[in-house]
């Protein structure tokens, strides 16, 4: 069964770091984009993050200059590095991936870390 899992989630004070990071498992194929979404209490589902396969970068507004993405292929491992943290950072980090499985081309998603900042 192919699976995302993530890790690194908790509790952060104001300015602080933390690391997310999220494991695919399972018949995989290949990998193409991999990214980060969250969503806070009442809000939407909003992206984060995002990188290629070739290990192209893009970020939400929000978080430029404070988070940074990346992968390692060999490990099927997405990261998130989030520096500078702020209140509004908190929510529910959601990993997601788009891979080749036995199936096919598919959207896959995480079942969600928490993050939260607060003194």
């Known amino acids: 069964q192919v699976q995302l899992v993530e890790s690194g989630g908790g509790l952060v004070q104001p300015g602080g770091s933390l690391r997310l990071s999220c494991a695919a498992s399972g018949s995989i194929f290949s990998i193409f984009d991999m990214a980060w979404y969250r969503q806070a209490p009442g809000k939407q589902r909003e992206a984060v993050a995002r990188i290629t396969s070739g290990a192209r970068t893009n970020y939400a507004d929000s978080v430029k200059g404070r988070f940074t993405i990346s992968r390692d292929n060999a490990k099927n491992t997405v990261y998130l590095q989030m520096n500078s943290l702020k209140p509004e950072d908190t929510a529910v980090y959601y990993c997601?991936?788009?891979?080749?499985?036995?199936?096919?081309?598919?959207?896959?998603w995480g079942q969600g870390t928490q993050v939260a900042v607060s003194s």
């Open positions: 997601y991936a788009e891979m080749v499985t036995m199936p096919g081309r598919s959207a896959y």
